[in-house]
């Protein structure tokens, strides 16, 4: 597999983990099935780690899987260093700089940084698993939409 071939696979697999985890994150996270894991983190938790962990410890071994299958199938690998990315990408953006669950402060700068960290601030917004908006992670919509969209919902 070309360099060009292999790269473009990683970064197609890491626009595509994005669509996948909006899509996990809106219909099972926030569902009666995987609301059980993804409320910790909606409410404070004490400790290096919260229940909603299991997801990306779920999603750690598909990219284990995908890097095993890549010994015979050379994209897998490649779509397997995709998804390694995107978790390093979750891990800093999200965990780091929107949650600040690193020992220590960061500040955030840049227009898309912050907008980021207010869609996300949005999100958490609502405590429960109803009326949430902004699902992304690595993308956020406009700020102003997200405002009017949440409190459409909640009227």
């Known amino acids: 597999m070309s360099w060009y071939a292999a790269t473009a696979v990683v970064f197609a697999s890491v ?6 985890a909006w899509a996990i994150h809106k219909y099972v996270m926030h569902s009666k099935w995987g609301w059980g894991w993804h409320e910790s983190h909606h409410t404070d938790t004490h400790g290096p780690f919260e229940r909603n962990d ?4 779920c999603f750690s ?3 284990a899987g995908l ?7 050379p994209p897998a690998f490649f779509i397997g260093v995709g998804l390694s990315v995107y978790g390093l990408l979750y ?3 999200h965990d780091g700089l929107v949650h600040q669950r690193w020992p220590f402060f960061v ?3 840049g227009k898309y940084m912050k907008r980021l960290v ?6 958490h917004a609502t405590h429960g698993r109803d009326g949430a908006v902004s699902f992304g992670f690595l993308y956020a919509e406009d700020v102003r939409k997200l405002k009017a969209r949440l409190k459409s919902k909640q009227a």
């Open 67 to 73: 890097f095993i299958w890549g010994m015979s199938w």
């Open 118 to 123: 207010q869609a996300h601030r949005i999100h």
């Open 107 to 109: 500040k955030v700068r």
């Open 54 to 57: 299991l997801y990306a410890v």
């Open 91 to 93: 891990a800093f953006v």
């Open 61 to 63: 071994v598909i990219a």
């Open 15 to 20: 626009i595509g983990m994005e669509i996948f």
